[in-house]
C-alpha cells in the first residue's frame, strides 16, 4: 500500500524527497542547465532534491551548487537487463525515503521506473527529445505516472497517449536575471581573427550530423562576407567531413570550431545572429531562449518545438529541415537589413519575459509534484 503522503512527510522531517537522475557527468547540455535551474529554484521548504549522477564532476558540482545532495551510480544500458541496478533503485528508495522519481533519460526511466512500479512511487519523466524510441517508449510511458514534454510538438512522439492526462507540456524556463548579470573579457573576433565588419553566426551545440551543420556550411559559400562560429562538444568523424568540406569549397577560413565552452552567455552576446540548423531530435533547444535573451534573431529549422520557441517572420524565421538553399537566403536577407534583425531580436527578448520564465516553470513542475503525491 502507498504510504500515506502525511506520515511520509512527517518520516522525512516535514520534507519530501525526490529523486532526480542524470546520465551526465562532465557536460552540462540543455537538459542538465534545466535540471540544474528546477533544482535552484524548488521550493526547498517543502521538497529536498536528491541528485543521481553516474559520477562526480562537473554536473555534481553545480547540482550541489543548486542545493541537492548528490548521490553516484552507473546505470547500466537497458539492453542488457541489470537486476543489480533495478536492487540499486530498491535500496535507495527505502534508505533515503524517496517519495517521488523525476527522471530525463531512457536508461534511467526504465531502471526506475520498474522500481517505482513495484514500490508505487510515482515518478515523472522529462521528455526532452523528439526523437521516437518506438517500444522502449511505450514501456517508459507504463512506468511513468506523468509524462513533461518540453514541446507540444513531442506529443506526435506519443500518438497513443494523445487524449491521456498523463502527458502534460511545460516549457523550459529561463533565467533572465543571471544571463543580464553575465559578463566576460573574451573577444571571438579577436581570439579567432575575424574581421571587425564580419557578420558573424553562432551555431551552437554539439557537433553532430543530426545537428545539421553542414547543410550551414552549404549556406555560407556564397555569402562572401559570413563567417560561422560552432560551439559545442565534438565528433570527430563528422567535424572531419565538415573541415573538408570547407576546405573543398573554400570557406576553411570562415568556419571556426571553439570546442566546449563555457561561457555562452558571453559569446551570444558577441554574435549577430544564431542559426540551429537541426536535421532531427530536438525538444525545445535552449540555445534558442538564450539567444533571444541576448537580443539576436534566430534562424531555425522547422524540427521539434523549435517553432514553439521562434515565432516566423517575428523573433527570427523558421525554415525547412535541410534546405540550405532557403536558408542561405534568410541570413543574406538578415546581413542585409540590420533593422530587421534588431527588431527581431528586441521581440525575442520580450518573447522569454512574456513565455519562459523560470519561476513560471518551477512552479507548473512543483504542481505536477503535488498533483501526483495528493497535497496542495
Not at 529554484?41 to 551548487?65: Q, W
Not at 505516472?145 to 497513443?160: C, Q, Y
Request: glycine share 6%; proline share 2%.
Amino acid at each position: 500500500m502507498k504510504m500515506d503522503i502525511i506520515k511520509r512527510k512527517s518520516i522525512l522531517n516535514k520534507k519530501i524527497n525526490i529523486l532526480y537522475t542524470t546520465s551526465f557527468q562532465n557536460v552540462m547540455g540543455g537538459g542538465q542547465w534545466s535540471l540544474y535551474y528546477l533544482i535552484k529554484y524548488l521550493n526547498k521548504n517543502t521538497f529536498n532534491p536528491i541528485v543521481l549522477c553516474p559520477g562526480d564532476g562537473e554536473v555534481a558540482n553545480k547540482m550541489r551548487e543548486a542545493g541537492a545532495d548528490v548521490i553516484f551510480f552507473k546505470v547500466r544500458r537497458v539492453r542488457h537487463l541489470s537486476l543489480s541496478t533495478i536492487r540499486f533503485f530498491f535500496q535507495i528508495f527505502l534508505e533515503r525515503g524517496i517519495a517521488l522519481v523525476h527522471t530525463d533519460s531512457t536508461t534511467e526511466t526504465f531502471y526506475a521506473g520498474i522500481a517505482a512500479k513495484i514500490r508505487k512511487i510515482p515518478l515523472v519523466w522529462h521528455v526532452r527529445v523528439s526523437e521516437k524510441k518506438m517500444i522502449l517508449d511505450r514501456i517508459l510511458s507504463y512506468f511513468s505516472d506523468k509524462l513533461i514534454l518540453v514541446a507540444h510538438s513531442l506529443t506526435r512522439r506519443f500518438s497513443w497517449l494523445k487524449w491521456s492526462a498523463k502527458l502534460t507540456v511545460i516549457y523550459n524556463g529561463f533565467d533572465l536575471d543571471e544571463f543580464d548579470k553575465s559578463f566576460g573579457l573574451a573577444n571571438l573576433r579577436r581570439e579567432f581573427q575575424i574581421p571587425s565588419d564580419a557578420f558573424l553566426i553562432g551555431c551552437i551545440g554539439r557537433i553532430e550530423e543530426r545537428k545539421g551543420q553542414l547543410k550551414l556550411l552549404e549556406a555560407i559559400v556564397d555569402i562572401n562576407n559570413a563567417y560561422v562560429i560552432f560551439v559545442g562538444d565534438i565528433n570527430p568523424s563528422y567535424q572531419k567531413r565538415l573541415s573538408q568540406y570547407a576546405f573543398e569549397r573554400g570557406i576553411a577560413n570562415r568556419a571556426i570550431f571553439t570546442g566546449h565552452r563555457d561561457n555562452i552567455f558571453e559569446l551570444l552576446k558577441q554574435i549577430d545572429i544564431l542559426v540551429l540548423p537541426s536535421l532531427k531530435g530536438e525538444g525545445l533547444p535552449r540555445v534558442i531562449l538564450e539567444a533571444m535573451a541576448a537580443k539576436k534573431a534566430v534562424i531555425a529549422t522547422d524540427d521539434g518545438g523549435n517553432r514553439e520557441a521562434v515565432v516566423d517572420g517575428v523573433t527570427g524565421f523558421i525554415v525547412p529541415r535541410g534546405d540550405s538553399f532557403l536558408l542561405a537566403a534568410r541570413i543574406s536577407e538578415l546581413i542585409a537589413d540590420r533593422e530587421k534583425r534588431e527588431k527581431m531580436g528586441i521581440e525575442g527578448r520580450k518573447r522569454v519575459e512574456e513565455c519562459f520564465d523560470i519561476k513560471n516553470y518551477v512552479n507548473c513542475v512543483q504542481n505536477v509534484y503535488c498533483e501526483l503525491l495528493k497535497i496542495s
